[in-house]
Nanobody, 125 residues
Framework: QVQLVESGGGSVQAGGSLELSCAHS????????MGWVRQVSAKEREGVAT???????IYTDSVKGRFTVSQDNAKNTLYLQMNNLKPDDTAMYYCATDVLIPSLCDRPLPPYNYWGQGTQVTVSS
């Protein structure tokens, strides 16, 4: 069982920055990939970034150049640095991991089996 706990959300003005953290248990390298997903109210979830176990990171087009994923293996923590935030970035952000087979990591929204509780990010104009 993998536990994921996000933190770092909050309210900022457009153009501001936030860093989200995801503390995780277990060895995520057994789970093929790990990522950040966001959801606005009842809308569909959107994959924001996917971290592969070989270190590659894939970002959705709308956040490229503004968001950066990093990890601290010693602390078992995944980060999402968000710069130049826009009102459209307002959402609940989730950390997630574990897919059945590696190719599922290539999907825009991988079908992760483990999810955190989410952290809210609100960007005002």
């Amino acid at each position: 069982q993998v536990q994921l706990v996000e933190s770092g959300g909050g309210s900022v003005q457009a153009g501001g920055s936030l860093e989200l953290s995801c503390a995780h248990s277990g060895d995520v390298y057994d789970h093929y990939c790990m990522g950040w997903v966001r959801q606005v109210s009842a809308k569909e979830r959107e994959g924001v970034a996917t971290l592969y176990t070989d270190g590659r990171v894939i970002y959705t087009d709308s956040v490229k150049g503004r968001f950066t994923v990093s990890q601290d293996n010693a602390k078992n923590t995944l980060y999402l640095q968000m710069n130049n935030l826009k009102p459209d970035d307002t959402a609940m952000y989730y950390c997630a991991t574990d897919v059945l087979i590696p190719s599922l990591c290539d999907r825009p929204l991988p079908p992760y089996n483990y999810w955190g509780q989410g952290t809210q990010v609100t960007v005002s104009s």
